[in-house]
C-alpha cells in the first residue's frame, strides 16, 4: 500500500465520505478545479462534481452562513476556509449561529458542519497565514475543535467529524500537511472523537500537546529517552470537548507534565490544562506544571517565525527544569 | 461611450392609501373572504402586539420589538407562502410565523426569556429569528441551495429590515443568489428606522431594491401598507424561486408605527408629526375601508372580530404564565447531540444552585 501525506489524507477521508453519503457537499474557495490552495480537495470535482463540491465566491461568512443553512437540510457540508487567519469573517456564524442552533430551537434545527482550515506557522507563508487561535473556538460552547497530528488520525478524526452531528472546527497543521506519510488504509473507518491519543508512554514526565507541535514533541522524547527519561506524549487531538481523564491519569503516573503548544501563551488551551491539573491533580504533582508556548506576540513573518515556534531544545529544557524537583 | 447596463425599479400599489383600487385585482384578491381572512389575521397581530407591550410594561415580558404598522407585510407574506416553503424570520415576524403553526404563546415564550418559544409548536421546518442584524439572508441561501442540490421545487423566504441591508452578509446572500441562481426571495422590511437611524443614513442609493441589480437579478418597491400587493408580489416572486430557481429582492415599504423595542424611546430621536402623518397610510384600517365600501365588513363584524382576538390573545397569555420555567439543568441538554462526559459534572453543579438574589 502506497503510503499517504496528511492532506493525502484529508483528500482520502473526504472522498470516501462523499462515495458513502450523498448528503456530503463540499465548498469553499479554489477548492473545485483547482483542488484546494494545499490541493485537499483535489480530483474530487471530476469525481462528485461541481454540485458536491462547489466553488464559492470570496467571502468566508458566506461560506460559513450557506454551510449553516444546508446541514438545516440535513446535508453535510464541509466548508474549507484557506487559511485559519481568514476565518475570522465567519465568527459571527460559526459562533452566533453555528455553535447555538440546536440550543436556541431546543433541538428542532441542528448543524452538522465542519469547518475546515489549515492553521499554524512554519510554512513560510504571507502575514495571516500563520495563525494557531483554537482557544477562542474552545472557548466557545457548542462547537467541537479537533487536530489531527499525522495522515491516520486526520483520515479517522475527519470522518468522524462529519459524521457527527453538531459543528465541528477541524484544524488541519499545514506544517504537517506533506511532512510524514503513513499507510492510511481508505476502510471508513473513524477515530473517536473527544479522547486524547497516548502517542508514546513513559513514567518520568508526561508531554500534553497537539497538531504540528507533535513533531518536535516527539522528537524531545527520543532525545530524552536516550539521556534516560521516559516522556509519555498525548496528542490531545480534541481541543474541545478536552479529554482531561487521560492527561490527569498520565500526570498521576508521571507526577510531572510539560504542556507544548504553538499559540499564544495567554489564555492559550495549555492554560486551562495547566488550571485542570492544579484543580484535580495537585496531590499527584512532583513540580510545578509548565508551559512551552508561542509567544504573546503577532506571529512573526518568515524570516523570523522559526523563533516563534516552541523547540525541541525548549522542550528537553522544560521537562529537564520539571525533572529537577525531587 | 455606450452604455452596457440599465434597471428599472417597479413599485407594486393595488390599495392606495385612501382605500382606492388603483389596478386591477390580482384573482385572490376578488375573493372577499380571502381579504376578510387577512383582515382578521392583521387585527390579531395587533392586538397581540398592544397586549405584548402591556405586558412588558408591567414587568410580565422582556424587552420586545413591536410590529405596529407592519401587519401587511407580516400577513401578506405568510399567505403568500406554500406549507413546502421555508421561512427564514427577522425578529418582528411572529406575524407570519403563526400562519405557518407556530402559536403565539411560542412568542410570549421567547420574549419572556424561554428557549422553547424556537421550537414553534406546529412548525418544524422555519428558523428561529436571527438577532445578530442580517446574518439570516446567508442561511437562507444555504437552505435555498440545499433545495437546489435535490431538485426540490420549494423557494426561501428571507425577510431583514431596512439596516440589516447595511450588513455584509446581506450582500453576500444577494451575490450568490445571483451567481448560483436559487430559489430564494429576500424581503427588506423597509419600516424606515434602524432603531434611530432613518433609511436615508443606511444607503445613498435612491431604493433598496436596486441592490438586487449588482446580484443580477431583479429588485422592486412594494407598498407594505397594502396586504394585497404584498400578497400578490411575495406569491410572484416565490412562484418565480420554484420554478425557475430565479431569485428576487423585494423592498416593502412601510413605517414603525411604535419605537424601536419597549427599550427604546423614538421621541429622542423621530421628528415630531412624522409618525402621525404616516398613520394615514397604515394597513388595517386602509383594508377595512375597501371590504366597507364593497359591503364585506360591518361594524358588527368589527367587534366580534376584537372579541374573539382578545380571548385569543388572553388564552396565548395564560399559556405562557402557566407554562413554568424549564429545568436549570437543560441549558446542558441541548449544547450537543449527546452532552460530553466532561460537563456532566457541571450539569450535576446546576443542579444543587440556589435561585440567585439579585439586588
Redesign the interface.
Known sequence: MAEISLVEAITQALAHEMRADADV?LLGEDIGKDGGVFRATQGLIDEFGP??V?D??L?E??I????????????K?VAEFQFMGFIY?AL??II??AARL?????????CPVVFRAPYGCGIRAPEHHSESTEAMFAHT??L?VVIPSSPARAYGLLLASIRN??PVVFLEPSRLYRWAKQDVPDNGKALPL?VCFTLRTGADVTLVTWGAMVKETMAAADALAKEGIQAEVIDVATIK?????TILASVEKTGRCVIIHEAPRTCGVGADISAQIAEQGLMFLKAPVQRVTGYDTIVPYARLERYYLPSENQIIEAVNNVMEFA | MNIVARFEIPYYQYLNETSTVIDTLPEFAQDPQHLQRLYRLMVLIRVFDSKAIALQRTGKLGTYPSSRGQEAVFVGMGDALAKTDLFVPYYRDFGTLIQRGAKLSDFLMYWGGDERGNSYSDDKTDFPFSVPVGSQPLHAAGIASAFKIRKEKRAVLVTCGDGATSQGDFYEALNLAGIWQLPVVFVVSNNQWAISVPRSAQTGAKTIAQKAIAAGFSGEQVDGNDVIAVRERVASALKKARENNEPTLLEILSYRQSDHTTADDASRYEPKGVRETEWVKEPIGRLRRYLESIQAWSETDEQKLLAECGETVDQAVAEYQNCPPQPIESIFDYLYETLPDIYAEQREDVKKKEVPVHG
Not at chain 1, 440546536?102 to 433541538?107: A, E, F, I, W
Request: hydrophobic content about 30%; charged content about 25%.
Open positions: 457537499v454540485e458536491r462547489r464559492t465566491p467571502a461568512s458566506m460559513a452562513g450557506v454551510a449553516i443553512g444546508m446541514a438545516t437540510q440535513g446535508l457540508p469573517p459571527d456564524q452566533n449561529h440546536r440550543n436556541r430551537t431546543r433541538g428542532r434545527l441542528t460552547p457548542g467541537r452531528p453538531d473527544d470537548p478536552l479529554d482531561i481523564a
